[in-house]
């Protein structure tokens, strides 16, 4: 398997096994990418809002400039790639998602808002349960 370097610091990715599935994760950055797969199936795909502008990053897959995409209804932006449609995340962007996310009011949130958050929140926990594994090696 072709060994990728992260966006951030350069580094090779480490390959971290979990639930039948490989992650690259940054022990140096504590960046983690997730592939095209991994994005649909966590469903995140579906609350990016298109590509706004390009960020000064690589694909650590393909080498396409990264754009960046905001997830909907928050000010978070995040590193996309719009040939594989992987995402890169810096080190702290799932804490400020979760963050953002516990502030919120629910009882005053509209349908399509609420719909949106829950991806987000099944998004999170998704991936805590690979940072919780990480930080066990």
């Known amino acids: 398997k072709l060994q990728i370097f ?66 909907d209804k928050t000010k978070i932006e995040l590193d996309s790639c719009p040939q594989c449609q992987g995402i890169w995340f810096d080190k702290g962007e799932l804490k400020e998602m979760k963050g953002n996310i516990d502030q919120l009011n629910w009882e005053e949130l509209g349908a399509d808002l609420k719909e949106t958050l829950a991806v987000i929140v099944s998004f999170l926990r998704f991936v805590s349960n690979l940072f919780s594994l990480f930080s066990r090696f």
């Open 6 to 71: 992260t966006p951030a610091c350069h580094e090779y990715l480490r390959v971290r096994p979990y639930r039948k599935k490989d992650f690259n994760y940054c022990d140096d950055c504590e960046g983690l990418w997730l592939d095209s797969e991994s994005v649909k199936e966590s469903g995140l795909c579906s609350v990016l809002a298109a590509p706004q502008t390009e960020s000064s990053r690589e694909c650590p897959q393909c080498y396409t400039s990264l754009q960046l995409s905001r997830v």
